[in-house]
């Protein structure tokens, strides 16, 4: 199949394709495609290299290094090619696997190339994510950094507190935390202390077809064991739980009848370990529910939406 007439390789091979052949140069090189989409890219690469005389080969590999053809890598620069960089994770597996192999297979050199990097990694890419608005502090002076760490520390201080501390007028205090929650920038809310009502955590990887982890997302969301909730890319899991729990029998519960009960599951993945270290509080939802319904359909032992 000619990938260079598929306009996103296109886009990919103006964007990075000078710098790439500068890169390769006269040296023998090996452009290695990342499952799943970063194969796509890297073999239009390839193919456009390949008409420019290059001496190039081309292979592919998962982010484990599964697939390689390690003969067409041996003393040659590599290229590994992906689609995109959203949480860094399978760059940081590929990379590695890659260095690990460096001195045996006597690898030149070893580069990334990529569609779209949000995280800024690769030495070669096209375009970047827009950054979320939260990631952006340039908007926040001073004075709003110390109010938001001043209400962090104590959500019910005054305004006259704040003011006395940073050296302000309780109105111009107050005028800045209402700008600041206008803007969805500062949310001022009640914590539970983590430490006085659970004694230990767990972290659940797992990986699933993408509608099983839209419905483990909506279940979870508001289960009050649940502190984070991650949708990731790369490596073994796309769906990541922390989990605090009064004992582990409650975690065995929650897992057994919440995770394991769903058929479409590939891996599934526990450690127990201690409270988080951070954070030491979490936001509970609205589990004071008079129709007594958990909103997950499955009562777990003792679940506190059944006060």
């Known amino acids: 199949m000619n990938f260079l007439n598929l306009k996103p390789i296109q886009k990919f091979i103006d964007g990075v394709g000078a710098k790439v052949k500068k890169y390769f140069g006269k040296d023998k090189g090996c452009v290695v495609g990342l499952e799943d989409d970063g194969v796509f890219y890297g073999e239009g690469l390839y193919q456009w290299l390949s008409k420019k005389d290059k001496k190039i080969t081309f292979t592919t590999m998962d982010d484990a290094g ?3 053809e390690e003969e067409k890598v041996r003393g040659r620069k590599i290229l590994l090619v992906d689609n995109d960089i959203i949480t860094g994770r399978a760059y940081q597996n590929t990379m590695n696997l890659m260095m690990r192999k460096k001195e045996k297979l006597k690898i030149k050199d070893i580069k990334f190339a990529v569609l779209c990097d949000r995280m800024h990694f690769a030495d070669f890419s096209v375009e970047d994510y827009p950054m979320p608005s939260s990631w952006d502090l340039k908007s926040l002076d001073r004075i709003d950094l110390e109010i938001i760490k001043a209400l962090s520390q104590d959500g019910r201080k005054t305004f006259v507190e704040i003011a006395k501390e940073i050296g302000l007028t ?7 935390v209402e700008r600041l929650m206008k ?3 500062l949310k001022i809310q009640g914590f539970l202390n983590t430490e006085k009502f ?3 955590s767990a972290a659940v990887g797992l990986d699933a077809d993408p509608n099983t982890i839209s419905k483990l997302i909506k279940k979870f969301e508001n289960c ?9 890319s790369g490596g073994h899991h796309n769906l990541i739980l922390d989990i605090v729990a009064p004992n582990q029998q409650r975690i065995t519960d929650l897992i057994e009848k919440q ?3 769903e058929p479409k599951i590939r891996y599934l993945e526990v450690d127990l370990g201690e409270l988080p270290i951070k954070p030491k509080t979490h936001s509970l939802p609205n589990f004071v529910d008079q129709s007594k319904k958990c909103p997950c359909q499955v ?8 006060l």
């Open 66 to 68: 599964k697939g390689l």
């Open 198 to 200: 659970y004694s230990i």
């Open 259 to 261: 995770i394991r009960a």
């Open 183 to 185: 803007k969805e920038i």
């Open 170 to 176: 309780p109105v111009g205090i107050k005028n800045r």
């Open 299 to 306: 009562k777990c032992n003792e679940c506190e939406y059944f």
């Open 224 to 232: 009050p064991l649940v502190y984070s909730l991650i949708k990731i």
